[in-house]
């Protein structure tokens, strides 16, 4: 994630960007508001107006078997420039010599401004070199590509992820997963021999989107369409499309140049030197104004935390154990105090006749 593939691929945020603590180690990233591409999916398919099927499919006049998505608010075209975004933070992956191996709808994620998103690849624990030799197979059953099973056992290539990004682009267009899958999830046999042209929901009359489907979900990883060769086919199928601007925006612009690129809140911006020397200068001022008026310290001198200048006010500490063990007659009083330590504000107490600043 520290390499920042592209806007289009989920990459930690702030300088630092991993803030450590007592349970382990905390990565910042962005809070993607927008949902997952599978509940957009999902959206479509819960309304009987958007799913479509090869009999009756009755979208703004076209009898195409694909969802409907103006049912949804949304258009074709905008999926699709969606879907193009995808394929556009993959192909940054690819070309550092990595496969991200779990792609699916769940891993893709939307960030949005008003009505305006655009899509980010996510889950980054399964990419891997294409050079290394894999011991063992990885990703989701249903997207997982024929060859990556035995006895070829040929993952880790990008045609690997052209494979699980059809049959995500099968389902953005058809609500189904292909034939080779049931309720018990993907068959190994059928996907062997499966043939997408001959697919169910596959219409016999195809256009050049259905092709790309086939051609992405073709068995043979040797022949199968590359994913610059897919995104170029793409592009093409939603301009001839005629789609709004905001559609053409999505595939000829950056979120950057669309205005949606993230902000961070200032509390994880790197300050200035400036900024950090005026923080400095206040701290010490503080100091000397607590001392200048009898700010509480615990008798005694050194250095240690229980030395610090209180921040505040003292106050009685209730409850046994805050100072050691204690009946509260044949030992002080437990005072308590909040005090300024290693870049922290911390609860400290101490041993005191009295909790009273003098």
Not at 40 to 62: E, F, T, Y
Not at 109 to 127: F, K, N, R
Not at 212 to 227: A, Q, S
């Amino acid at each position: 994630m520290k390499q920042h593939f592209s806007e289009y691929v989920v990459s930690t945020i702030g300088v630092p960007d991993t803030a450590r603590s007592p349970v382990g180690e905390w990565v910042m990233m962005p809070f993607l508001n927008g949902g997952s591409l599978k509940d957009l999916i999902a959206k479509c398919s819960d309304n009987d107006g958007c799913r479509c099927d090869l009999h009756s499919c009755p979208c703004q006049g076209r009898m195409q078997p694909w969802a409907c998505w103006e049912e949804v608010g949304l258009s074709l075209p905008y999926v699709l420039a969606l879907f193009d975004e995808v394929l556009e933070g993959l192909e940054s992956i690819h070309n550092t010599g990595l496969a991200h191996m779990d792609m699916k709808p769940d891993n893709i994620m939307l960030q949005c401004s008003g009505p305006s998103c655009y899509a980010l690849v996510i889950d980054l624990g399964t990419l891997c070199d294409k050079n290394i030799a894999k011991k063992k197979i990885s990703g989701t059953p249903g997207y997982m590509a024929p060859e990556v099973y035995p006895p070829t056992l040929h993952a880790g290539i990008p045609s690997n992820d052209v494979w699980a990004m059809g049959v995500t682009l099968f389902q953005l267009l058809y609500m189904s997963y292909p034939d080779y899958t049931s309720m018990w999830g993907a068959n190994i046999k059928d996907l062997l021999k499966y043939q997408p042209e001959k697919d169910p929901s596959m219409p016999k009359e195809r256009t050049n989107l259905d092709q790309l489907v086939v051609d992405m979900l073709n068995v043979n990883h040797t022949t199968r369409i590359t994913l610059p060769e897919a995104r170029q086919r793409l592009r093409r199928i939603i301009e001839l499309q005629e789609p709004k601007q905001e559609v053409l925006d999505m595939i000829h612009k950056t979120p950057a140049e669309r205005g949606l690129s993230n902000t961070l809140p200032d509390c994880i911006n790197v300050p200035t030197e400036e900024e950090t020397r005026a923080e400095e200068d206040e701290e010490e001022q503080e100091e000397v104004d607590l001392l200048a008026a009898g700010g509480a310290r615990r008798p005694g001198a050194g250095d240690s935390v229980d030395d610090e200048v209180c921040r505040g006010k003292p106050w009685n500490a209730e409850g046994w154990f805050k100072c050691g063990v204690c009946n509260g007659l044949l030992c002080q009083r437990c005072c308590g105090c909040m005090v300024h330590h290693e870049g922290q504000i911390k609860e400290k107490y101490y041993r005191a006749k009295s909790c009273v600043r003098q």
